[in-house]
């Protein structure tokens, strides 16, 4: 909890109820101020209005939504001050203030118009009840002023929100024509349903301009272009006999998986593990979190809030297609979200169990039986929770539980190590406590350490640093009593035909804030 200029904000909100941040007061790491438009169906549809002053995002109610129009004049309540964190939340607030659901229409940054010396210090040009600024969207762009018309109440001066006549204005622009989130893809409906949302794929047109790409050249995927780099340099080496893999594959992999990444790293700051030589390289590979300086404008940034001076303060977030091949032409072959979203970075989203590998994968059906049913209530039905292959030949499964809002690492931690210690009494002949592998004696050691803030595992879909690049593929429960299945099985040759065949199995997973079970 914070004091001072977010008091008022935390004073409307019952935090033990609602999924929404209690924040801080900060400010973007990268000097540029944030901007973002969120849609609210709440007793009134509206769109709330935010623009980063001095560590908070100063807010309005705009009843119809911002427009591109300059004929269309806004009508804008002015509400309390809203956290930083406010600008990654989508969800549904299910009473109280704010009752309904929101998704992130439009964001990016914004800037005082340079036109306007008197806009240059934005708090005292908000004080005096107009502002001329410059906004840098991907739905809204170009020149705004926003100006006080009248002094309702102290918390809610009615304002006017106007468009400018430049070169992004657009006659008729109505923001009910775009209703996707900009964040996960989702509308509002989704949000309520606890349906995904799905980022668009590279078409063939766009993969065909790929193919004609020489070694270097600019690619443009969903409307963004990107610089590719050493397209034809071999990352990964082949598997009995294939082909080697080269960066332009692995950039067309992660272009055409988009989709189906998006559920897990919408939304949620990443670490990537870089391999710029290759997997067979001198350097071998490194993790890298913080945003290089020279990343393009597509690459959305996130400060990290709890992080110390001489740590990484500005994380990647990706947001589709576009940042997925930027990051791959990173050399970022490898993908690790983190387990809590940019908006409660201290609130899970999932309970997680790591199986550290044993003697064999086809015995991996122990996780089906004294794992999996502890997760049965009685006469409830299963508890939703699925099983990634983590696509490395020497890994074991991750067991993935989601979680309602409002657990804290401490307590899902707590949960899965006294689930795990009570599989491990069990069945002790499979289950063994011994840190190194070589004192297991070839029994699994069921991890719950990954029940914490900045731990990261890889995303189920991301690609693996080995021969032939294999695949994090998620499995339903009954796939593991499949002798023949193995971790690695799946590349990035045919993960796409096994995906068109049998659907996604964590969908499943979307929208299942569920209390854990008792044991």
């Not at 597509?298 to 940042?323: C, F, H, I, M």
């Not at 550290?356 to 009685?378: C, F, K, Q």
Request: with cysteine.
């Amino acid at each position: 909890m914070t004091v001072g200029k977010l008091d008022k904000y935390q004073s409307m909100r019952d935090f033990a109820t609602t999924p929404e941040p209690t924040g801080h007061v900060m400010s973007s790491a990268s000097g540029r101020r944030r901007f973002l438009v969120q849609r609210h169906r709440a007793s009134r549809l509206h769109y709330d209005l935010s623009l980063e002053v001095d560590g908070v995002l100063v807010s309005w109610a705009v009843p119809k939504g911002p427009n591109l129009d300059p004929k269309k004049r806004s009508l804008a309540m002015k509400v309390e001050d809203h956290p930083y964190a406010y600008g990654w939340f989508e969800g549904a607030i299910p009473s109280g203030y704010g009752k309904g659901d929101v998704i992130v229409w439009d964001d990016g940054w914004w800037e005082p118009d340079p036109a306007y010396p008197e806009s240059a210090d934005p708090a005292a040009a908000i004080a005096k009840g107009e502002l001329k600024f410059v906004v840098h969207g991907k739905k809204l762009r170009g020149r705004f002023v926003i100006v006080r018309t009248a002094k309702v109440a102290r918390t809610a001066d009615q304002w006017l929100l106007i468009h400018k006549h430049d070169d992004h204005a657009v006659d008729g622009f109505d923001p009910e024509d775009h209703p996707v989130s900009v964040l996960s893809a989702r509308t509002n409906d989704d949000v309520v349903a606890g349906r995904p949302g799905r980022w668009p794929a590279a078409t063939k047109a766009e993969l065909r301009e790929l193919d004609k790409l020489a070694e270097k050249g600019r690619w443009t995927v969903d409307g963004q272009t990107t610089l590719l780099t050493n397209l034809d340099k071999v990352i990964m080496p082949g598997r009995d006999g294939q082909d080697p893999i080269t960066k332009r594959e692995i950039v067309r992999y992660y272009a055409l998986i988009a989709p189906w990444l998006t559920p897990f790293l919408a939304g949620r700051p990443v670490n990537l593990n870089r391999f710029p030589d290759g997997i067979t390289g001198t350097k071998g590979g490194f993790w890298h979190k913080a945003v290089p300086e020279h990343a393009p404008d597509l690459v959305r940034r996130w400060p990290n809030p709890s992080a110390d001076n001489d740590k990484t303060r500005e994380y990647l977030l990706v947001d589709g297609a576009p940042a997925l091949v930027w990051a791959a032409n990173f050399a970022g072959i490898e993908i690790h979200p983190w387990t809590s979203a940019a908006a409660n970075p201290a609130q899970p989203s999932y309970a997680l169990i790591d199986t550290l590998r044993h003697r064999s994968w086809a015995r991996h059906d122990m996780g089906r039986n004294p794992v999996h049913r502890p997760l049965v209530p009685s006469g409830d039905g299963a508890t939703p929770s699925r099983c990634p292959a983590e696509g490395d030949r020497t890994a074991g499964i991750q067991i993935w539980i989601p979680v309602r809002t409002g657990y804290t690492f401490h307590e899902t931690s707590a949960f899965i190590e006294a689930l795990s210690r009570t599989v491990g009494r069990v069945v002790p002949e499979l289950v063994s406590w011994q840190w190194r592998k070589s004192d297991r004696k070839g029994k699994a050691r069921l991890d719950y350490t990954q029940n914490q803030i900045n731990k990261t595992l890889v995303a189920p879909y991301s690609i693996r640093p080995a021969p032939d690049a294999p695949v994090s593929v998620p499995l339903e429960w009954d796939e593991l009593d499949d002798p023949t299945v193995r971790p690695d099985r799946w590349t990035i040759r045919d993960v796409m035909s096994w995906l068109a065949k049998i659907g996604d199995p964590f969908t499943a997973l979307v929208g299942q804030g569920q209390d854990l079970p008792a044991l």
